[in-house]
Protein backbone atom coordinates (compact mmCIF):
# COMPACT_ATOMS: atom_id res chain seq x y z
CA UNK A 1 0.00 0.00 0.00
CA UNK A 2 1.47 3.55 -1.22
CA UNK A 3 1.09 6.45 1.59
CA UNK A 4 0.28 10.28 -0.20
CA UNK A 5 2.07 12.88 2.71
CA UNK A 6 0.45 16.42 2.79
CA UNK A 7 3.68 18.96 4.22
CA UNK A 8 1.50 20.13 7.31
CA UNK A 9 3.35 23.54 5.48
CA UNK A 10 1.26 23.08 2.02
CA UNK A 11 -1.25 25.84 0.94
CA UNK A 12 -5.13 25.68 2.71
CA UNK A 13 -6.28 24.52 -1.21
CA UNK A 14 -3.69 21.86 -1.50
CA UNK A 15 -4.70 20.24 1.57
CA UNK A 16 -8.52 20.62 0.67
CA UNK A 17 -7.84 19.37 -2.70
CA UNK A 18 -5.93 16.19 -1.68
CA UNK A 19 -9.16 15.74 0.87
CA UNK A 20 -11.42 16.00 -1.97
CA UNK A 21 -9.32 13.50 -3.78
CA UNK A 22 -9.04 10.81 -1.34
CA UNK A 23 -12.95 10.76 -0.66
CA UNK A 24 -13.77 10.68 -4.49
CA UNK A 25 -11.25 7.80 -4.02
CA UNK A 26 -13.26 6.14 -1.00
CA UNK A 27 -17.13 6.82 -3.06
CA UNK A 28 -15.54 4.85 -6.19
CA UNK A 29 -14.45 1.89 -4.38
CA UNK A 30 -17.48 1.82 -2.69
CA UNK A 31 -19.76 2.31 -5.48
CA UNK A 32 -18.19 -0.47 -7.41
CA UNK A 33 -18.11 -3.01 -3.91
CA UNK A 34 -21.66 -2.58 -3.65
CA UNK A 35 -22.75 -2.92 -7.31
CA UNK A 36 -20.41 -5.91 -7.27
CA UNK A 37 -22.10 -7.58 -4.21
CA UNK A 38 -25.81 -7.34 -6.02
CA UNK A 39 -23.91 -8.61 -9.11
CA UNK A 40 -22.99 -11.52 -7.20
CA UNK A 41 -25.50 -12.38 -4.65
CA UNK A 42 -28.89 -11.93 -6.99
CA UNK A 43 -26.42 -13.65 -10.30
CA UNK A 44 -27.27 -10.86 -12.69
CA UNK A 45 -24.24 -10.92 -15.04
CA UNK A 46 -23.09 -14.44 -16.13
CA UNK A 47 -20.31 -14.85 -18.50
CA UNK A 48 -21.13 -14.03 -22.46
CA UNK A 49 -24.05 -11.82 -20.89
CA UNK A 50 -24.83 -9.02 -23.48
CA UNK A 51 -26.33 -6.16 -21.01
CA UNK A 52 -28.72 -3.35 -22.28
CA UNK A 53 -28.09 -0.56 -20.01
CA UNK A 54 -31.39 1.97 -20.48
CA UNK A 55 -29.97 5.72 -20.07
CA UNK A 56 -32.53 7.97 -19.41
CA UNK A 57 -30.02 10.67 -19.00
CA UNK A 58 -30.54 10.92 -15.25
CA UNK A 59 -27.77 11.07 -12.86
CA UNK A 60 -28.78 7.48 -11.99
CA UNK A 61 -28.52 5.56 -15.40
CA UNK A 62 -25.28 7.82 -16.01
CA UNK A 63 -23.73 6.29 -13.03
CA UNK A 64 -24.93 2.64 -13.29
CA UNK A 65 -23.15 2.73 -17.06
CA UNK A 66 -20.30 4.40 -15.57
CA UNK A 67 -20.31 1.77 -12.79
CA UNK A 68 -20.49 -0.74 -15.09
CA UNK A 69 -17.71 0.22 -17.06
CA UNK A 70 -15.46 0.30 -14.59
CA UNK A 71 -16.72 -3.06 -13.35
CA UNK A 72 -16.39 -4.69 -17.27
CA UNK A 73 -12.47 -3.80 -16.87
CA UNK A 74 -12.27 -6.18 -13.68
CA UNK A 75 -14.81 -8.65 -13.75
CA UNK A 76 -13.11 -12.15 -13.75
CA UNK A 77 -15.86 -12.97 -16.67
CA UNK A 78 -16.40 -11.46 -20.44
CA UNK A 79 -19.67 -9.77 -20.41
CA UNK A 80 -20.43 -6.99 -23.30
CA UNK A 81 -22.29 -3.73 -22.59
CA UNK A 82 -24.58 -1.29 -24.56
CA UNK A 83 -26.08 1.56 -23.88
CA UNK A 84 -30.25 2.13 -25.01
CA UNK A 85 -31.91 5.72 -24.76
CA UNK A 86 -35.22 5.62 -25.85
CA UNK A 87 -36.09 9.48 -27.62
CA UNK A 88 -39.62 10.18 -26.75
CA UNK A 89 -39.80 12.99 -28.64
CA UNK A 90 -40.46 15.26 -25.63
CA UNK A 91 -40.75 19.28 -26.79
CA UNK A 92 -37.67 20.49 -25.84
CA UNK A 93 -36.18 17.28 -25.20
CA UNK A 94 -31.93 17.81 -25.88
CA UNK A 95 -31.65 14.99 -28.04
CA UNK A 96 -27.76 15.76 -29.14
CA UNK A 97 -26.68 15.26 -25.41
CA UNK A 98 -26.80 11.50 -24.84
CA UNK A 99 -25.47 10.61 -28.13
CA UNK A 100 -21.89 12.74 -27.51
CA UNK A 101 -21.57 11.82 -24.28
CA UNK A 102 -21.67 8.02 -25.56
CA UNK A 103 -19.57 8.48 -28.04
CA UNK A 104 -17.30 9.89 -25.49
CA UNK A 105 -17.35 6.64 -23.61
CA UNK A 106 -16.76 4.46 -25.63
CA UNK A 107 -19.51 1.82 -25.15
CA UNK A 108 -21.78 0.82 -28.16
CA UNK A 109 -25.08 2.34 -28.45
CA UNK A 110 -28.64 2.93 -29.39
CA UNK A 111 -30.89 5.65 -29.74
CA UNK A 112 -34.54 4.76 -30.51
CA UNK A 113 -36.50 7.01 -31.93
CA UNK A 114 -40.29 6.91 -31.14
CA UNK A 115 -42.90 9.44 -30.95
CA UNK A 116 -44.81 8.27 -27.41
CA UNK A 117 -44.95 11.96 -26.15
CA UNK A 118 -47.88 12.44 -28.73
CA UNK A 119 -49.66 9.09 -27.85
CA UNK A 120 -49.81 10.15 -23.58
CA UNK A 121 -50.60 13.66 -24.72
CA UNK A 122 -53.52 12.30 -26.53
CA UNK A 123 -55.04 9.55 -24.19
CA UNK A 124 -54.30 11.52 -20.24
CA UNK A 125 -56.70 14.44 -19.85
CA UNK A 126 -54.62 17.65 -19.05
CA UNK A 127 -53.03 18.35 -15.35
CA UNK A 128 -53.20 14.31 -14.79
CA UNK A 129 -49.83 12.96 -14.41
CA UNK A 130 -48.59 10.81 -17.63
CA UNK A 131 -45.93 8.51 -16.10
CA UNK A 132 -47.56 5.33 -15.88
CA UNK A 133 -49.14 5.02 -19.58
CA UNK A 134 -45.52 6.82 -20.28
CA UNK A 135 -43.80 3.53 -18.76
CA UNK A 136 -46.31 1.08 -20.17
CA UNK A 137 -45.23 2.13 -23.75
CA UNK A 138 -41.82 2.71 -22.51
CA UNK A 139 -41.42 -0.79 -21.82
CA UNK A 140 -42.98 -2.52 -24.40
CA UNK A 141 -40.28 -0.65 -27.00
CA UNK A 142 -37.24 -1.19 -25.01
CA UNK A 143 -38.78 -5.00 -24.60
CA UNK A 144 -38.50 -5.20 -28.34
CA UNK A 145 -34.88 -2.95 -28.49
CA UNK A 146 -33.50 -5.67 -26.37
CA UNK A 147 -34.70 -8.62 -29.11
CA UNK A 148 -33.05 -6.34 -31.70
CA UNK A 149 -29.83 -6.29 -30.35
CA UNK A 150 -29.71 -9.77 -28.96
CA UNK A 151 -29.44 -8.40 -25.42
CA UNK A 152 -29.56 -11.53 -22.68
CA UNK A 153 -30.07 -8.77 -20.02
CA UNK A 154 -31.80 -5.42 -19.75
CA UNK A 155 -29.71 -3.18 -16.79
CA UNK A 156 -31.74 -0.40 -15.13
CA UNK A 157 -30.86 2.29 -12.88
CA UNK A 158 -32.89 1.88 -9.68
CA UNK A 159 -31.05 2.38 -6.41
CA UNK A 160 -31.42 1.42 -2.89
CA UNK A 161 -34.03 4.18 -2.09
CA UNK A 162 -35.98 4.00 -5.25
CA UNK A 163 -36.32 0.03 -3.73
CA UNK A 164 -37.44 1.40 -0.13
CA UNK A 165 -39.95 4.20 -1.52
CA UNK A 166 -41.40 1.36 -3.51
CA UNK A 167 -42.06 -1.01 -0.63
CA UNK A 168 -43.49 1.71 1.47
CA UNK A 169 -45.87 3.04 -1.31
CA UNK A 170 -47.12 -0.93 -2.20
CA UNK A 171 -47.79 -0.56 1.57
CA UNK A 172 -49.08 2.31 2.33
CA UNK A 173 -50.85 3.23 -1.04
CA UNK A 174 -51.52 -0.74 -2.56
CA UNK A 175 -52.16 -2.73 0.72
CA UNK A 176 -49.20 -4.80 -0.50
CA UNK A 177 -46.11 -5.86 1.34
CA UNK A 178 -44.26 -5.64 -2.10
CA UNK A 179 -41.08 -4.08 -3.20
CA UNK A 180 -39.02 -3.33 -6.61
CA UNK A 181 -36.86 -6.66 -6.65
CA UNK A 182 -33.17 -6.63 -7.99
CA UNK A 183 -33.60 -9.22 -10.60
CA UNK A 184 -36.98 -10.31 -12.43
CA UNK A 185 -38.31 -12.05 -15.12
CA UNK A 186 -40.09 -9.09 -17.73
CA UNK A 187 -44.05 -8.65 -18.10
CA UNK A 188 -43.62 -10.57 -21.62
CA UNK A 189 -42.10 -13.18 -19.86
CA UNK A 190 -38.67 -13.26 -22.03
CA UNK A 191 -36.41 -11.26 -20.94
CA UNK A 192 -34.46 -10.94 -17.58
CA UNK A 193 -34.28 -7.42 -15.70
CA UNK A 194 -31.50 -6.51 -13.00
CA UNK A 195 -30.92 -3.51 -11.20
CA UNK A 196 -27.23 -3.77 -10.63
CA UNK A 197 -27.17 -0.37 -8.29
CA UNK A 198 -29.85 -2.47 -5.32
CA UNK A 199 -27.42 -1.87 -2.70
CA UNK A 200 -26.38 1.96 -3.79
CA UNK A 201 -27.40 4.72 -1.98
CA UNK A 202 -28.70 7.95 -4.15
CA UNK A 203 -26.62 10.31 -2.10
CA UNK A 204 -23.47 8.33 -3.54
CA UNK A 205 -24.84 8.51 -6.96
CA UNK A 206 -25.48 12.06 -6.50
CA UNK A 207 -22.17 12.37 -5.28
CA UNK A 208 -20.81 10.76 -7.53
CA UNK A 209 -22.78 12.63 -10.83
CA UNK A 210 -21.35 15.80 -9.76
CA UNK A 211 -17.69 14.44 -9.61
CA UNK A 212 -18.04 13.00 -12.62
CA UNK A 213 -20.38 16.26 -14.70
CA UNK A 214 -22.85 14.41 -16.24
CA UNK A 215 -24.34 16.08 -18.84
CA UNK A 216 -28.20 15.53 -16.89
CA UNK A 217 -30.98 15.85 -18.35
CA UNK A 218 -33.92 16.52 -16.61
CA UNK A 219 -36.98 14.50 -15.87
CA UNK A 220 -39.57 17.64 -16.51
CA UNK A 221 -39.65 18.33 -20.05
CA UNK A 222 -43.24 16.51 -20.82
CA UNK A 223 -44.97 18.58 -18.03
CA UNK A 224 -46.33 16.10 -16.30
CA UNK A 225 -46.90 16.01 -12.57
CA UNK A 226 -44.57 14.67 -10.22
CA UNK A 227 -45.50 11.34 -8.63
CA UNK A 228 -46.18 13.12 -5.32
CA UNK A 229 -46.96 10.02 -3.61
CA UNK A 230 -43.43 8.93 -4.22
CA UNK A 231 -42.48 12.29 -3.57
CA UNK A 232 -43.91 12.22 -0.02
CA UNK A 233 -42.11 8.79 0.92
CA UNK A 234 -38.89 10.23 -0.18
CA UNK A 235 -39.09 13.03 1.98
CA UNK A 236 -40.50 10.96 4.64
CA UNK A 237 -37.24 8.18 4.47
CA UNK A 238 -35.01 11.59 4.10
CA UNK A 239 -36.59 12.78 7.72
CA UNK A 240 -35.82 9.39 9.22
CA UNK A 241 -32.43 9.04 8.34
CA UNK A 242 -31.77 12.44 9.50
CA UNK A 243 -33.19 12.08 12.95
CA UNK A 244 -32.41 8.54 13.36
CA UNK A 245 -29.14 7.47 11.52
CA UNK A 246 -28.97 3.69 10.49
CA UNK A 247 -32.73 3.18 10.26
CA UNK A 248 -32.43 3.14 6.47
CA UNK A 249 -30.00 0.27 6.08
CA UNK A 250 -32.40 -1.59 8.59
CA UNK A 251 -35.32 -1.40 6.82
CA UNK A 252 -33.46 -2.17 3.66
CA UNK A 253 -31.86 -5.50 5.01
CA UNK A 254 -35.28 -6.01 6.41
CA UNK A 255 -36.53 -6.53 2.56
CA UNK A 256 -34.04 -9.75 2.48
CA UNK A 257 -34.81 -11.34 5.78
CA UNK A 258 -38.55 -12.33 5.27
CA UNK A 259 -40.34 -14.53 7.92
CA UNK A 260 -43.62 -15.87 6.12
CA UNK A 261 -44.63 -17.51 9.41
CA UNK A 262 -44.84 -14.15 11.11
CA UNK A 263 -46.97 -12.24 8.51
CA UNK A 264 -50.33 -13.01 7.44
CA UNK A 265 -50.16 -14.35 3.85
CA UNK A 266 -52.41 -17.73 3.87
CA UNK A 267 -50.72 -18.31 0.59
CA UNK A 268 -47.05 -17.80 1.30
CA UNK A 269 -47.78 -20.26 4.62
CA UNK A 270 -50.06 -22.51 5.61
CA UNK A 271 -51.33 -21.74 8.52
CA UNK A 272 -54.67 -23.67 8.76
CA UNK A 273 -52.54 -26.53 8.48
CA UNK A 274 -50.61 -25.60 11.39
CA UNK A 275 -49.49 -28.61 13.98
CA UNK A 276 -47.61 -28.65 16.91
CA UNK A 277 -44.99 -30.75 16.55
CA UNK A 278 -43.16 -31.29 19.62
CA UNK A 279 -39.35 -29.94 17.89
CA UNK A 280 -38.54 -26.63 18.87
CA UNK A 281 -38.19 -24.40 16.27
CA UNK A 282 -35.42 -20.96 16.32
CA UNK A 283 -37.82 -19.61 14.29
CA UNK A 284 -41.28 -20.00 16.69
CA UNK A 285 -43.20 -17.12 18.02
CA UNK A 286 -42.02 -16.10 21.38
CA UNK A 287 -45.95 -15.52 22.45
CA UNK A 288 -45.12 -14.40 26.03
CA UNK A 289 -42.06 -13.01 25.70
CA UNK A 290 -41.27 -9.03 25.68
CA UNK A 291 -40.13 -8.13 22.25
CA UNK A 292 -36.60 -6.76 22.50
CA UNK A 293 -34.21 -5.07 20.27
CA UNK A 294 -31.14 -4.01 19.80
CA UNK A 295 -30.98 -0.01 19.69
CA UNK A 296 -27.16 -0.62 19.04
CA UNK A 297 -28.23 -1.66 15.91
CA UNK A 298 -29.97 1.59 15.33
CA UNK A 299 -28.21 4.46 16.19
CA UNK A 300 -30.67 7.30 17.13
CA UNK A 301 -33.43 4.99 17.75
CA UNK A 302 -36.11 4.95 20.73
CA UNK A 303 -37.79 1.48 21.18
CA UNK A 304 -41.23 2.80 23.31
CA UNK A 305 -42.57 -0.15 25.08
CA UNK A 306 -46.42 0.23 25.40
Known sequence: MSAVWIDDAAPASAKASFKIERETHKLEKRLCREVGRAIVDFNMIEEGDKV????????????????????????????????????????????????????????????????????????IAPGKTMCSLCSRLRRGILYRVADELGATKIALGHHRDDMLQTFFLNMFFGGKLKGMPPKLVSDDGRHIVIRPLAYVAEKDLTRWAEHRQFPIIPCTLCGSQENLQRKQVGAMLREWEKKHPGRIESMFSALGHVVPSHLMDGARYDFKGLKATGVASEDGDKAFDAEEFAPATLPGLQVIRL
Request: hydrophobic share 40%.
Open 52 to 123: MVCMSGGKDSYGLLDILQKMKARAPIDFELIAVNLDQKQPGFPEHVLPEYLAQTGVPFHIENQDTYSIVKDK
